[in-house]
């Protein structure tokens, strides 16, 4: 991370245009060098060497900027062809125009330095030159005369009068300094006249290449420039000696130019070395000049692309920016906000986009609060039709089932969900035992009726059952027919109740109506059979006798039915504990277990004895069965009318057998025990099946038909359900459910301590 | 060169040759040599004799010709030599001798060879003034510190073209060619006592 952020400072725009300004200064410095500058003369090369590095140094990192929009423009980055493109643009902008310049100044500069050169100035300062050199001539050839002539005077000169002689002739030939060396090279002798170098007390002495040179006869005549750049005659001539053999001694001549001469010889000097020296330079200058201008043109360049890269960046930001903030919106990102640009177009721009996302992120989140609330409201209306006791269907325009709820399906005793978005044709179709209840629907919203009711009676396991369905249409959608909603209700139970009701009601009354006048009747009748007998004669009084027991007898019939009536009217306080049922079933059982004549007494409505074979009882009695809430004085009621109406049936059946049987079943989510009753009888007549367990209804002669209604009249009064069928073969069932209600919780400990108690009561 | 790699690219591998070895020829005359140091250590001061082969390419000929002068550097260095450690560098001198051309006179111009520094010596030949040049004639240094008697001593001496005292025009031509590159390199002489 620190090495990234390093790399990006490194690269970035503070380091080049620190670069790019130094180097600005570097190169100025240097061009003041090529010119001559004193000042920067000296440090021309370390100024060459620092712009050629700075240049290296801009170029890398030019150079790195470019690779790295490289590496964004092969990744595809946003934005990354648009700033290679105005890169380009700028490049060659940059570029272009410098090139021109460059080509152009570097013409000038190159025809600017011949034109410094000329061939008449070169042959005026040569001739110039010759000129001062053959004036110089004549000055020396009468120098290297006089030397010759003071050579031929010395000659016989003894040593001891050289100097005399050389101060004489000096003076003579009016020379500045007169020097005599031997052979070899040792002064013998020296006479200098007063005058700028009269103050060095050694005299000047020619050098050994002069020396041997004049050895060898020659005589050495030249110009000598000296210090403080004025010029002398040196002449050395040999000096031979008249004897033979001798030694020779070398004279010198030092004679200063006269100063006219010396300065127009310095000056025609100056003048032409400094020519020669361009001459010579030209080229190198020409090379400088090139160079200079050359780096400048370069850094130009390289600031350039610089420039070009940092402006297609800045250009380029903001694009990206919007480039991306579509993109997030494009993905469903609404909250994208853009970091606020300038005044200008872009600036603007980026506003508009801010401002265009806050907008649909808040119409997203109205939408959202909508569909939340929408959602709140379908949840709450799928909460109350779930809690509904009536059954909710909806349906669309094509009679498309599209919502139920709970109670539906328990009513209809299906599951609903495989039927969700089928048609009512395919429903009935799959379900046979609703295919009324779908037809009913579909002629009724054929209709096309805002409102509509109808009644249909269903057939299944547990009986016929009645629903009253209500039909409503849907409000209509963009002009098209909308869908409807059926609430239906089953309102088998309520109409039993109705039925129950007015039973109860006939009963009270009658047993009220009729109760009443038969115990007068009674007793008239037999007041009649006390006061009237003794005064009839005998076969009357056998009539008499045999009519007024007759009228008690009957009147007392009349009594016990009028009294199970009142029984079956009477309200009854019932008696709740938990009960094992399978116990009750034993214990009942066990009574009539080979048991034939006569029956139990806990039955009214039976009153003579049955001489047939006793039915054989057949148990299948669950072992997990769990206790049921109910009064057990009543279910032994209902265990006794069902072995009773069993055994009734079974009157004339050779081989009479009765199955019992209990079982736990789960039936639309909740638990039942259910208690079965087969027999292997005729079963129940088709014509009474719908009033099976209703009062009076009955196919013996004997009995007041109210053993079933009892039976029912218990079962409704612990919650229960039960219905009678004919078995396929031959047979009659009787099935009852009940429902476990709080007493399925207990555990097998209670159950069998409910048992016990229930057992010691008993007892 | 690029007339010797195009010869080299034509296969004429003889031409090629012959110029290569002519080049290298004129570079090898064109070199500075030390020929001997002798350098002596007396009381106070490091006395010098000794003679540099100064011998110029002709490039350097012709711009001293043409009036530009030429300076010479002569760096001397006394080290004493250490037995574990390197050895230790006692001091450095600097000759400057500069030598131009007077194109009046057509003589060669010397300076900076006599003690006294203003002294111009003229010479007819350049070899003459070269010769000169390179002579080092019981040259004194005076020592800043008495020496160790019981150390060895050594000099070491360059003699080198200065490239930057030429004009600002030239110097980037003479840095970037090897005829300008005039050094004799170090060399390594004892001192005796």
């Known amino acids: ?763 | 060169m690029g007339f010797i790699m195009r010869a080299y690219r034509r296969s004429n591998w003889l031409t090629a040759a012959a110029l290569t070895a002519a080049l290298s020829a004129s570079v090898a005359d064109a070199e500075f040599t030390v020929t001997n140091v002798e350098p002596r250590l007396t009381a106070e001061a490091l006395a010098l004799s000794g003679v540099l082969d100064l011998g110029l390419s002709t490039k350097v000929e012709e711009a001293l010709s043409k009036g530009i002068p030429m300076d010479v550097i002569i760096d001397i260095s006394l080290y004493r030599e250490r037995s574990v450690v390197w050895d230790a560098r006692i001091q450095t001198w600097a000759l400057r001798r500069r030598i131009s051309y007077h194109a009046l006179s057509r003589q060669y111009l010397l300076m900076g060879h006599r003690p006294d520094a203003a002294t111009v010596e003229s010479f007819v030949s350049l070899q003459s003034a070269l010769r000169t040049m390179g002579s080092l004639d019981e040259l004194s240094f005076a020592l800043n510190r008495e020496f160790d008697s019981n150390s060895n001593y050594y000099v070491e001496v360059r003699a080198s073209l200065d490239i930057e005292s030429l004009p600002a025009p030239l110097r980037p031509v003479a840095y970037t060619s090897l005829a300008w590159h005039l050094s004799s390199g170090w060399t390594e002489w004892h001192v005796q006592r």
């Open chain 1, 1 to 763: 991370m620190a090495r990234t952020t390093l790399i990006r400072y490194a690269t970035g725009v503070v380091p080049l245009a620190v670069i790019s300004v130094l180097l600005l200064v570097a190169l100025f410095m240097m061009n003041a060098a090529t010119q001559n500058s004193e000042l920067f003369g000296r440090l021309y090369s370390l100024l060459l060497v620092i712009n050629v590095a700075g240049i290296i140094l801009l170029l890398t990192l030019i150079l790195i900027n470019l690779y790295r929009l490289a590496v964004q423009f092969r990744a595809r980055v946003m934005g990354a062809r648009l700033t290679l493109r105005l890169f380009g643009m700028f490049v060659l902008l940059a570029v272009i125009p410098v090139s021109v310049v460059l080509f152009f100044s570097l013409q000038a500069v190159n025809k600017g330095i011949d034109s410094w050169f000329d061939v008449n100035t070169e042959k005026a300062l040569d001739d110039a030159l010759l000129l001062g050199r053959t004036a110089l001539d004549a000055i020396r050839q009468d120098l290297v005369k006089t030397g010759q002539d003071t050579a031929v005077e010395l000659e016989d000169t003894p040593v001891k009068l050289v100097l005399p002689a050389l101060d004489f002739l000096r003076e003579k030939h009016d020379v500045a300094e007169l020097t005599l060396f031997s052979q070899n090279g040792e002064i013998i002798a020296s006479s200098s006249q007063a005058g700028p170098s009269a103050g060095t007390l050694v005299p000047d002495r020619p050098n050994e290449t002069i020396l041997s040179r004049v050895r060898q006869g020659q005589v050495y005549a030249n110009l000598d420039p000296i210090a403080a750049g004025d010029l002398q005659l040196r002449v050395v001539v040999p000096v031979y000696s008249r004897e033979v053999g001798a030694p020779i001694r070398i004279l010198q001549l030092l004679q200063p130019l006269p100063t006219r001469y010396a300065k127009l010889g310095q000056s025609v000097q100056v003048a032409f070395a400094e020519y020669e020296k361009l001459v010579y330079l030209r080229g190198p200058l020409k090379f400088g000049f090139t160079l200079t201008l050359g780096l400048v043109a370069l850094l130009t360049m390289l600031i350039s692309i610089w420039a070009a890269i940092f402006s297609a960046r800045h250009l380029v930001a903001p694009i990206r920016d919007l480039a991306a903030g579509t993109h997030a919106v494009a993905r469903g990102d609404y909250r994208k906000q853009l970091p606020a640009q300038g005044r200008d177009e872009f600036g603007v721009l980026v506003r508009s986009f801010n401002d265009m996302t806050r907008k649909i992120q808040n119409a997203q989140d109205q939408t959202k609060r909508s569909q939340a609330e929408a959602e709140m409201q379908r949840t709450y209306l799928e909460t109350v039709l779930a809690h509904l006791s009536s059954g909710v269907l909806s349906f669309d325009r094509r009679n498309c089932l599209r919502t139920h709820n709970a109670a539906a399906a328990q009513i209809l005793h299906m599951d609903l969900g495989p039927a969700a978005g089928k048609s009512l044709l395919w429903l009935s179709k799959s379900q046979p035992q609703i295919a009324d209840f779908c037809h009913s629907i579909r002629d009724a919203s054929e209709k096309d009726r805002a409102e509509w009711q109808t009644e249909v009676t269903l057939a299944g396991q547990s009986g016929k059952r009645t629903l009253i369905l209500r039909g409503t249409m849907l409000p209509r959608i963009r002009r098209r027919k909308g869908g409807y909603v059926v609430v239906f209700d089953d309102v088998t139970a309520l109409i039993q109740a109705e039925r129950d009701a007015a039973w109860r009601e006939v009963a009270r009354r009658l047993a009220h109506e009729i109760k009443n006048p038969l115990t007068p009747i009674q007793l008239a009748a037999e007041r009649i059979r006390q006061k009237c007998m003794s005064a009839l004669a005998y076969a009357e009084q056998t009539t008499m006798d045999r009519a007024t027991r007759t009228i008690v007898e009957q009147v007392e019939a009349l009594k016990s039915m009028i009294n199970a009536f009142s029984d079956y009217a009477r309200p009854v306080q019932m008696q709740t504990q938990p009960m094992d049922l399978n116990d009750l079933i034993r214990d009942v059982v066990e009574l009539y277990g080979g048991r034939i004549s006569k029956r139990a007494t806990g039955s009214n409505d039976r009153n003579d004895a049955i001489l047939t074979k006793p039915p054989a009882i057949k148990l299948g009695l669950d072992p997990d069965l769990p206790n049921i809430t109910a009064d057990p004085g009543r279910w032994r009621q209902v265990l006794h009318n069902l072995l009773l109406n069993a055994r009734d049936a079974l009157a004339n059946n050779e081989k009479p057998l009765i199955y019992i049987n209990t079982r736990l079943v789960e039936y639309a989510r909740e638990n039942f025990v259910e208690l079965v009753i087969e027999d292997n009888g005729p079963g129940f007549p088709e014509n009474l099946m719908d009033q099976m367990f209703e009062p009076y209804v009955t196919t013996g002669d004997k009995g007041t038909g109210l053993g079933l209604a009892i039976v029912k009249k218990i079962v409704e009064e612990h919650s229960g359900t039960l219905f009678a069928e004919n078995l396929a073969d031959s047979g009659a069932r009787i099935t009852i459910r009940v429902p476990i209600g709080e007493t399925a919780s207990l555990h097998k400990g209670d159950l069998s301590r409910s048992s016990s108690d229930f057992k010691e009561k008993r007892a």
